[in-house]
């Protein structure tokens, strides 16, 4: 699983992934609810586009009051198409690029959970596997498919002792149009595949100290 990520800075949204930047500041890392860029297809299907999406597929806001609250960042491949939260945007192949310059995962070595960084050498920017949807009004809000990483070398040692061990989808660039153009579930279910460890690196990074930030980093420029 991930609910914790660096969004790319607006100039890489340009350099890396030919889009001009959505209006709107972000913070410098996002967790659910966060508001944070995608790229997808636009409408006309002739460009990619960039928009400023909510980290949550059906974000608290959305929810009407003594609705049961779950959690919906990240959608398990296995049951992406049957969740009503996410079933139908992904038949339609709603289909999304995250760009990102690191994820976040607990790893629990040392006896208690220790946020580490994952990525790529040299802090290469990247684009994790997205979904995603519109709301009345204009919003828009998106989620990470994860799949199984029990057999990952890197990916299984993260997250509590004895539950299973999934990963986001960092999708490789030769990989980016096709996911993109991709109107076939069964076909976009194909891509979903774990990164090889040895093009990841991963290394501790302590959340600071509780008081010593006040509220979210500062956005990215």
């Not at 059906?58 to 960042?73: L, N, Q, S």
């Not at 990525?119 to 920017?125: H, Y």
């Not at 660039?173 to 996911?179: G, M």
Request: with cysteine.
């Amino acid at each position: 699983m991930c609910v914790n990520y660096a969004p790319v800075q607006k100039r890489i949204l340009r350099e890396i992934f030919g889009v001009e930047p959505p209006p709107g500041l972000y913070p410098e890392e996002t967790w659910p609810d966060y508001a944070a860029p995608i790229v997808r297809q636009n409408a006309s299907e002739a460009a990619w586009e960039s928009v400023l999406a909510s980290f949550s597929m059906v974000p608290k806001a959305t929810i009407p009051p003594g609705t049961r609250y779950y959690p919906t960042a990240n959608a398990r491949v296995e049951t992406i198409g049957k969740l009503s939260s996410f079933a139908r945007f992904w038949k339609s192949c709603q289909l999304a690029l995250v760009p990102a310059t690191a994820f976040y995962e607990p790893n629990y070595e040392s006896g208690k959970a220790v946020r580490w960084k994952i990525g790529l050498p040299g802090g290469e920017p990247f684009a994790i596997a997205g979904l995603w949807r519109a709301w009345p009004g204009g919003g828009v809000s998106f989620t990470m498919p994860t799949v199984n990483a029990d057999q990952h070398p890197l990916m299984q040692r993260f997250h509590k002792p004895g539950d299973e061990k999934r990963g986001v989808v960092i999708l490789p660039r030769e990989d980016w149009d096709e996911w993109l153009v991709c109107r076939d579930p069964e076909v976009a279910r194909t891509l979903l595949r774990l990164l090889p460890a040895e093009r990841l690196v991963a290394e501790p990074a302590p959340l600071p100290p509780r008081g010593t930030t006040k509220g979210p980093p500062p956005p990215s420029d």
